[in-house]
């Protein structure tokens, strides 16, 4: 699959541009700056860099020269507008592909990319399938450092049967690296079973998770085929692994020793092939320490572990996020709401997202919603992301602070109601109540 890096800093268009050449079969990246580009082309190797010739640091020829210096096989196709085409040619003579003309006609720059690639229509068409699972629930990989890292490590782990367990607070993501790490697996054509381990009632864990059979309790009127064997042939993914009850732990660590269920009421072991990936928003060493998860279960689920990213420690994938979000929002609403005003823009990278992605797809779609122009303004925003920013320089210990103050005024405005408090933060009511808890103010 061909590689492609597109360098431009509208960051929607390079979205945009992004997702409609992945579905054609390419594998794409993309950089909002000449700094950007090349740190991302130190990393990886591209087949061609689509870049725009004005870039907000230096220019495309720079670009340019940089790529026909280190990587000379790497081809270069430059867009630009029409000021700018005696510029292309002279960059052609230094070794650019060909230029296409501003504003892109996106078939354009697929026909010249199959040249530049010597590609054929149909292979490029082929190799659609093979990326479609990856692609069908829109993963939106991110620039920052942190995020590069996170892919990397989805990526080696992907193709293992290894157990994953994956940290990080409530929206962060959890869910989606489970999925993109099982698209990545060779069981991608088997199913992705989700379990939300805190919403199953203790007693009825052991047939969810394992199966009954008919009649082995009341209420048990037909043979029930647990997640596990569902599952057989793909991944499970347990979520909020912190909250499962203690006595399930112990049947599920036996499970997976044995590779083996016991349904219950019956008296036949069934095999099952499921690979496991777990999440948690809590510190799942300290309950081991306090006794509340077994140990032998917590090294079982976690031969690697991975860290989702907080949204306020990736910043430069912010505005990338919120571009995804308002074309979904569009895609949903039947609206053509084109970005986001300036102001807007700086609200979002100065809040603190306790809610992280989840919160930030729900204030995009609200904002949509609400915006009669053509761009989201600070009136289309609830009021809230304006009052507490989080500064770049705060520390940690400064943000926790902040977090507590935020969540303490919240349920002072809602007079503790934590429902209200949790619509007003825009979080969840399971995030609130596990905040509440790690700061201590579950009194409140
Ligand atoms: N990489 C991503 N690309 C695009 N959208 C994403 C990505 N990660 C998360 N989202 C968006 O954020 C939402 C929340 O993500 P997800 O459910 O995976 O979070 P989570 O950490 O599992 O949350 P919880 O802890 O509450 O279970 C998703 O429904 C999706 O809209």
Redesign the pocket.
């Given at each position: 699959m061909a590689k492609i890096l597109i360098v431009d800093d509208d960051t929607t268009f390079c979205i945009m541009l992004r997702k409609w050449l992945e579905k054609r079969g390419f594998e794409v990246d993309a950089a909002f700056s000449y700094k950007e580009a090349v740190k991302q082309l130190d990393k990886a190797g591209f087949d061609l860099v689509l870049t725009d010739l004005r870039l907000p640091d230096k220019d495309g020829i720079d670009l340019l020269r940089v790529i026909k210096e280190k990587m000379p096989k790497t081809q270069v196709l430059l867009m630009t507008g029409y000021a700018d085409i005696q510029t292309a040619v002279t960059a052609i003579k230094l070794g650019a592909f060909d230029y296409v003309a501003k504003p892109v006609i996106p078939d354009e720059i697929l026909k010249k990319l199959q040249e530049a690639l010597k590609l054929e229509a149909e292979p490029v068409a082929k190799s659609v399938p093979a990326k479609a699972k990856p692609t069908s629930?829109?993963?939106?990989?991110?620039v920052s450092e942190g995020a590069d890292r996170q892919y990397e490590y989805i990526h080696l782990v992907g193709p293992t049967m290894m157990t994953v367990l994956?940290n990080?607070?409530?929206?962060?993501?959890?869910?989606?690296?489970?999925?993109?790490i099982h698209s990545m697996s060779n069981r991608k054509d088997g199913p992705f079973v989700a379990v939300?381990c805190g919403a199953i009632p203790k007693d009825l864990a052991a047939s969810e998770f394992f199966g009954h059979i008919k009649g082995s309790f009341t209420g048990a009127v037909t043979d029930k085929q647990g997640y596990f064997v569902t599952a057989s042939g793909g991944t499970i993914f347990l979520?909020?692994i912190g909250n499962l009850p203690y006595d399930v732990q112990v049947q599920l660590l036996r499970a997976l020793e044995e590779r083996k269920v016991h349904p219950v009421g019956g008296n036949v072991d069934i095999p099952f092939d499921v690979r496991i990936i777990s999440?948690t928003?809590e510190n799942l060493k300290e309950a081991v320490a306090s006794g509340r998860f077994r140990e032998d279960l917590y090294h079982r689920l976690n031969e690697f572990s991975i860290q989702?990213l907080p949204l306020r420690e990736r910043k430069e994938d912010i505005l990338i996020?919120a571009n995804?979000?308002l074309d979904?929002a569009n895609e949903e609403l039947g609206k053509q709401v084109a970005g986001f005003d300036e102001e807007v823009m700086r609200i979002f990278r100065t809040y603190s997202w306790p809610g992280?992605?989840?919160e930030?797809?729900n204030i995009v779609k609200r904002a949509t919603l609400l915006c009669m122009g053509s761009l989201i303004s600070k009136a289309c925003l609830p009021p809230e992301l304006e009052q507490k920013p989080v500064e770049a320089e705060k520390t940690s210990t400064t943000r926790r602070e902040m977090e507590i103050e935020l969540i303490k005024d919240a349920m002072r405005k809602c007079r503790n109601n934590k429902s209200e408090a949790a619509r007003m933060l825009q979080i969840?009511r399971?995030?609130l109540y596990n905040k509440l808890k790690s700061f201590g103010l579950e009194d409140l």
């Open positions: 629930f829109s993963y939106i990989k991110g994956i990080g607070e409530s929206g962060t993501g959890k869910e989606y690296i489970a999925r993109l939300d979520d909020e999440a928003n989702a996020f995804h979000f979904k992280n992605l989840r930030m797809r969840d399971k995030t």
